[in-house]
């Protein structure tokens, strides 16, 4: 009888570090939103580090630039994959920018600092270059974007942060240009005033 205790104990334990093991099958944690490190490890203590040679994958946008509202589609091309963040951010910048919609199927959105602002994998299905996600832009120009992305091929091998081509912006208000349209407006308004003296 206490040789079956102790087996059943030792069967509890094992369990409970399954969930540790099996990682984030069902979405990234709100804790990737910053880094989109996927925080996988084996067994709860070891961490699984991502990949440092280059990467198969590469993040493609619809356009090289955008509108305010626009609606571009994204796609990760580079064969199969299971797990992945996906965002639009100024360079340099941690925040994620405009909206998703329109998800592709084991796809889900992930509420980083925003509704919508963030895509994360549903499961652990199979994505692939027909996955297509939408992005829709802020309604005023924030300036130049790039869609950044980590991919998980599987549960120990992926990369952290790919990159697309900027993406640049454009259209109506005073966008990333506010600087230049002040110094205008100040050199008309003194040529104007105290010019004519």
Request: aromatic share 10%; charged share 10%; hydrophobic share 35%.
């Amino acid at each position: 009888m206490r040789r079956t205790y102790g087996t059943l104990l030792l069967h509890l334990a094992l369990l409970c570090h399954v969930p540790c093991v099996l990682g984030f099958g069902s979405g990234a944690p709100v804790t990737a939103c910053v880094h989109m490190t996927p925080g996988h490890n084996y067994g709860g203590t070891s961490p699984v580090d991502p990949q440092t040679d280059p990467s198969p994958f590469t993040v493609s946008s619809s356009s090289t630039t955008y509108e305010p509202g626009q609606a571009l589609t994204v796609t990760i091309e580079g064969g199969d994959y299971q797990g992945i963040i996906l965002q639009a951010r100024q360079p340099d910048d941690t925040t994620p920018i405009g909206t998703w919609s329109n998800l592709p199927d084991n796809t889900k959105l992930l509420e980083c600092t925003s509704a919508g602002d963030s895509v994360t994998h549903a499961n652990k299905d199979l994505k692939d270059d027909s996955s297509v996600y939408l992005w829709t832009a802020p309604s005023s120009n924030v300036g130049d974007i790039e869609f950044v992305a980590t991919v998980a091929q599987n549960y120990s091998v992926f990369w952290v942060q790919l990159t697309s081509p900027q993406i640049t912006g454009s259209g109506a208000g005073l966008g990333v240009y506010p600087n230049a349209f002040l110094l205008a407006l100040v050199s008309t308004i003194y040529f104007i005033f105290l010019g004519n003296n």
